[in-house]
């Protein structure tokens, strides 16, 4: 089993700075794609901000220029530096990430690729 558990959020005037860490534990092989998205009430979440294994990395329009996604593979773990944060900023943020997990077969071990994501952490920015 594998567990994505979010830390970082809390409440921040407007201008203010966050970070948001998302640290991924249990049976994994690899993690490939890894994402944050965020939902505000009454709106469908969005995607964020996303990194692949090879540290590329897409923004949301939204947040370019004041959010930074990075991860540490050796840890297993993303992070989003949030920076000039605007009170349309507001949501639950969630980690997701494409993890690859290995699997027990007759014919030795293979791996499976599942689609993971934490609890959510509440990021509240005030005006």
């Known amino acids: 089993q594998v567990q994505l558990v979010e830390s970082g959020g809390g409440m921040v005037q407007a201008g203010g700075s966050l970070r948001l860490s998302c640290a991924a534990s249990?049976?994994?092989?690899?993690?490939?794609?890894m994402g944050w998205y965020r939902q505000a009430p009454g709106k469908q979440r969005e995607l964020v901000a996303a990194?692949?294994?090879?540290?590329?990395?897409n923004y949301a329009d939204s947040v370019t220029d004041r959010f930074t996604i990075f991860r540490d593979n050796a840890k297993n773990t993303m992070y989003l530096q949030m920076s000039s944060l605007k009170p349309e900023d507001t949501a639950v943020y969630y980690c997701?990430?494409?993890?690859?997990?290995?699997?027990?077969?007759?014919?030795?071990?293979?791996?499976?690729?599942?689609?993971?994501w934490g609890q959510g952490t509440q990021v509240t920015v005030s005006s």
């Open positions: 990194v692949t294994s090879g540290g590329r990395t």
């Open positions: 249990g049976s994994i092989f690899s993690i490939d794609a």
């Open positions: 997701n990430a494409e993890v690859r997990v290995p699997l027990q077969t007759r014919m030795g071990v293979t791996t499976v690729e599942y689609d993971y």
